[in-house]
């Protein structure tokens, strides 16, 4: 069965701090991959997605995520993160019409 | 301007009761899907529609059904509420192999 899987569950780091939340995911096929936040008391945004091309993709807010296929992984960075960056981080895999949600992380950064 | 939205946006009701949630998509997508996510943040999907068509139906108790009068269109009923449904409903929508855009979701609570 395919299955997302976040290994962090909590972070805490304090502002400035380099930043990087992993995602692994377990399906044989073509995948399009995908990183959501969600800031306390709002809903799902997207931050960046993979689909094809360039393995390094950037997003909004100066997070980017690195695709390895050898790896099945599609971990998110940000190389100095902000008190406002406080939110649920997802990573989902789509394969035809199914989305599957990791179990998200939940990272609070101290100002 | 919304894109997606979702009625209510807060749900108290009583074991037993039968409610009803509504969501709308105004960006023309052909999916549209509802995810149930619970006090511990997790996020499943529930339920999946193309184009006024069920596509995906995971394991989800059938007090809850589903029901999209058009594609613009996805409803939530569920009969015979009980405690174990107090949770976030999210609705969302995507174009086939799209990103997909989140409603504010409807905070269900049942007493």
């Known amino acids: 069965a395919q299955s997302v899987s976040q290994h962090n569950h909590h972070v805490i780091l304090s502002e400035a701090a380099s930043l990087e939340l992993g995602c692994n995911y377990s399906y044989g096929g073509t995948v399009n991959l995908f990183w959501y936040v969600q800031y306390p008391g709002q809903h799902l945004q997207l931050l960046l997605k993979y689909f094809s091309g360039d393995p390094l993709v950037k997003g909004i807010k100066g997070f980017e995520a690195e695709f390895i296929k050898s790896k099945f992984s599609f971990n998110l960075r940000k190389p100095s993160v902000q008190w406002s960056d406080t939110a649920e981080y997802f990573c989902a895999v789509k394969s035809t019409y199914k989305y599957i949600f990791g179990t998200g992380t939940r990272l609070k950064v101290l100002a | 301007d919304t894109a997606v939205s979702q009625t209510p946006k807060y749900l108290v009701t009583q074991m037993g009761n039968d409610k009803s949630i509504k969501c709308e998509q105004n960006?023309?997508?052909?999916?549209m899907y509802w995810y149930k996510q619970d006090s511990k943040k997790f996020l499943k999907i529930m339920f999946s529609y193309n184009n006024k068509e069920l596509i995906i139906n995971e394991t989800v108790p059938n007090r809850f059904s589903p029901k999209s009068p058009d594609k613009a269109h996805l409803n939530l009923h569920i009969n015979s509420l009980e405690l174990g449904d107090s949770a976030v409903y999210f609705c969302?929508?995507?174009?086939?192999?799209?990103?997909?855009?989140f409603g504010p979701g409807t905070r269900l609570l049942v007493l």
């Open positions: 969302a929508s995507s174009p086939d192999l799209g990103t997909q855009y």
């Open positions: 960006l023309g997508h052909d999916t």
